[in-house]
T-cell receptor
Framework: DTGVTQSPTHLIKTRGQQVTLRCSPI?????VSWYQQVLGQGPQFIFQ???????GRGNFPDRFSARQFPNYSSELNVNALLLGDSALYLC?????????FGQGTRLTVV | GQSLEQPSEVTAVEGAIVQINCTYQ??????LSWYQQHDGGAPTFLSY??LDGLEETGRFSSFLSRSDSYGYLLLQELQMKDSASYFC???????????WGAGTKLIIKP
């Protein structure tokens, strides 16, 4: 069991650019969720996917999009980056009531 | 709106017992989870309460009162490695979406 893996671990982008973050869930987990965590705050829910279908969307602008692939891995895309998008982006996979988190991608927008 | 309230910071002495409270106001409720997060790390699952009462897992216990929209995390025999941020999170909808509190920073002194 390799756990939830996210890539890249760190990323620096310029305002206006686009970014793609990747997540591989724990083997056998069909649900993947994305969260944004700003320093000093709790994670904020962005998306949930289950069996390649979007099951939930948080209060984020349309610049944020995601998808899940047949192998249950997932990508989070953010377009037209703003300085305020700088945060730790966490991916979690779930089988039941417990969510297992990856180490996250630290995105810095300059 | 949906909100979770927990103290921003709690200080305790090594070997002591500490309780971290959480009150919630959400449009739905399926369960209350607790997560631990060390600086720079990913949240790790501690416990989940779907029904009223106390759940015990080693040195950690969690309590839920649905009628009071209230729960707490109890940490016993505190160790220096328990210094971290602790988050309560509500599963407000069927699925794996979590609504998080802002976190409680636990500071442990020798």
């Amino acid at each position: 069991d390799t756990g939830v893996t996210q890539s890249p671990t760190h990323l620096i982008k310029t305002r206006g650019q686009q970014v793609t973050l990747r997540c591989s869930p724990i083997s056998g987990h069909k649900s993947v969720s994305w969260y944004q965590q700003v320093l000093g705050q709790g994670p904020q829910f962005i998306f949930q996917y289950y069996e390649k279908e979007e099951r939930g969307r948080g209060n984020f602008p349309d610049r944020f999009s995601a998808r899940q692939f047949p192998n249950y891995s997932s990508e989070l895309n953010v377009n037209a980056l703003l300085l305020g998008d700088s945060a730790l982006y966490l991916c979690a996979s779930s089988l039941d009531t417990e969510a297992f988190f990856g180490q996250g991608t630290r995105l810095t927008v300059v | 709106g949906q909100s979770l309230e927990q103290p921003s910071e709690v200080t305790a002495v090594e070997g002591a017992i500490v309780q971290i409270n959480c009150t919630y106001q959400t449009s739905g409720f399926y369960g209350l989870s607790w997560y631990q997060q060390h600086d720079g790390g990913a949240p790790t699952f501690l416990s989940y309460n779907a029904l009223d009462g106390l759940e015990e897992t080693g040195r950690f216990s969690s309590f839920l009162s649905r009628s009071d929209s209230y729960g707490y995390l109890l940490l016993q025999e505190l160790q220096m490695k328990d210094s971290a941020s602790y988050f309560c999170a509500v599963r407000a909808l069927m699925g794996y979406q979590l609504i998080w509190g802002a976190g409680t920073k636990l500071i442990i002194k020798p």
